[in-house]
Nanobody, 124 residues
Framework: QVQLVESGGGLVQAGGSLRLSCAASGRAFSSYGMGWFRQAPGKEREFVAAISRSGGSTAYRDSVKDRFTISRHNAKNTVYLQMNSLNPEDTAVYYC?????????????????WGQGTQVTVSS
C-alpha cells in the first residue's frame, strides 16, 4: 500500500514560483507513473502534468506546458512540480497520484493512489 504526501504549497504573488514535492512510501516507487492534478473551488479536478516510471516521458496540460516542469528522483521516492510564472488561475489544491501501470496518464481514473493535497494560492 502506497502513501503519498505533498508539500511545498503556499501563498505566492502573481509571477512568482513554487516547487511542490510528493514523497511516496514503499519500495515500488520506480514502477509507478506519477501525476499532478489540481482542483479549484467549485471546479472539477483536472490534469496538470505526468511523468512515466523512468522519467523518460512527460506530459502537460496546455495552460501550464511553458511554465511547469515535472520531474522525479526515484532514489528519493519523490516527484516534483516546479511552477514558474504563476497566475491566479493556478490557485487550487494540488494532488499527486501514483499509477501502477507505470505510464503516467492524463486520465484521473487510471490512478491508484492519491495524496492529501497541498494548497497553492496565487495573489494578483
Amino acid at each position: 500500500q502506497v502513501q503519498l504526501v505533498e508539500s511545498g504549497g503556499g501563498l505566492v504573488q502573481a509571477g512568482g514560483s513554487l516547487r511542490l514535492s510528493c514523497a511516496a512510501s514503499g519500495r515500488a516507487f520506480s514502477s509507478y507513473g506519477m501525476g499532478w492534478f489540481r482542483q479549484a473551488p467549485g471546479k472539477e479536478r483536472e490534469f496538470v502534468a505526468a511523468i512515466s516510471r523512468s522519467g523518460g516521458s512527460t506530459a502537460y496540460r496546455d495552460s501550464v506546458k511553458d511554465r511547469f516542469t515535472i520531474s522525479r528522483h526515484n532514489a528519493k521516492n519523490t516527484v516534483y512540480l516546479q511552477m514558474n510564472s504563476l497566475n491566479p488561475e493556478d490557485t487550487a489544491v494540488y494532488y499527486c497520484a501514483a499509477d501502477e501501470g507505470g505510464w503516467g496518464s492524463a486520465r484521473i481514473d487510471l490512478y491508484d493512489y492519491w495524496g492529501q493535497g497541498t494548497q497553492v494560492t496565487v495573489s494578483s
